[in-house]
């Protein structure tokens, strides 16, 4: 069956430190990776997506993620994290030929002063 | 930029009331969605739909139908609103080519049913 685990529910980070959230999938079929951001009581922002081609992805906001077929992985990295950045990340699968999204259940980033 | 507009932010209805959740999407995207969002459990895909007037049922349809009457607008009805659809929804839109494609989202609408 198709899914993505976000293995960390909650991940506290100091502001200035260094974050990798992690997203691991389950898909047969070559995936077609997203991850999007929610701050609080809003909808989803779309980071950044992998489709092929460079395994190394470039965002907005200084994220990147690393695709990597062989750990089945989509690891979400910052190399210094924000106030601002506090936040719920979702991780995100899709496929060509289908209308389906796949999402993890989420992560949640708190960032101390 | 994209746009996808949900009509209330908040909303507090009682049990028992039809409820109308609208959205819109000025990008002319075939493909809408409506998600239902619940701490620890991610999004849960209600109903989507590829083209006016189609649809088709998602993961947790029970207590749900929608309307496609306009390529635009997307729109969720709870028939009789229940305490446990007290939720975030969530709207989404993108292009035809599936997901393959990102998906572009509203800012919510947070239910209340008491």
């Known amino acids: 069956a198709q899914s993505v685990t976000q293995p960390d529910i909650h991940i506290t980070v100091s502001e200035g430190a260094s974050l990798e959230l992690r997203c691991n999938y389950s898909y047969g079929a070559t995936p077609y990776l997203f991850w999007y951001v929610q701050s609080p009581g809003q909808g989803l922002q779309l980071l950044l997506k992998?489709?092929?081609?460079?395994?190394l992805v470039q965002g907005i906001k200084g994220f990147e993620a690393e695709f990597k077929r062989s750990q089945s992985s989509f690891n979400l990295r910052k190399p210094s994290v924000h106030w601002s950045d506090a936040a719920e990340y979702f991780c995100a699968v899709g496929s060509s030929g289908t209308y389906k999204y796949i999402f993890g259940t989420g992560t949640r980033l708190k960032v101390l002063a | 930029d994209v746009k996808v507009t949900q009509s209330s932010r908040y909303l507090v209805k009682r049990t028992g009331e039809k409820v109308f959740l609208e959205c819109v999407q000025d990008?002319?995207?075939?493909?809408m969605f409506w998600y239902r969002q619940d701490p620890g459990l991610g999004l849960r895909l209600i109903y989507f739909?590829?083209?006016?007037?189609?649809?088709e049922k998602g993961d947790i349809p029970e207590g749900y139908s929608v309307s496609r009457e306009k390529k635009e607008r997307f729109s969720l009805i709870l028939e009789s609103a229940s305490t446990n659809q007290t939720s975030m929804y969530l709207c989404?839109?993108?292009?035809?080519?599936?997901?393959?494609?990102?998906?572009?989202f509203g800012q919510g609408t947070r239910l209340t049913v008491v």
């Open positions: 989404a839109s993108s292009f035809p080519e599936g997901s393959n494609t990102e998906a572009f």
């Open positions: 992998y489709f092929s081609g460079d395994t």
């Open positions: 990008m002319d995207h075939e493909n």
């Open positions: 739909s590829y083209d006016v007037k189609m649809k």
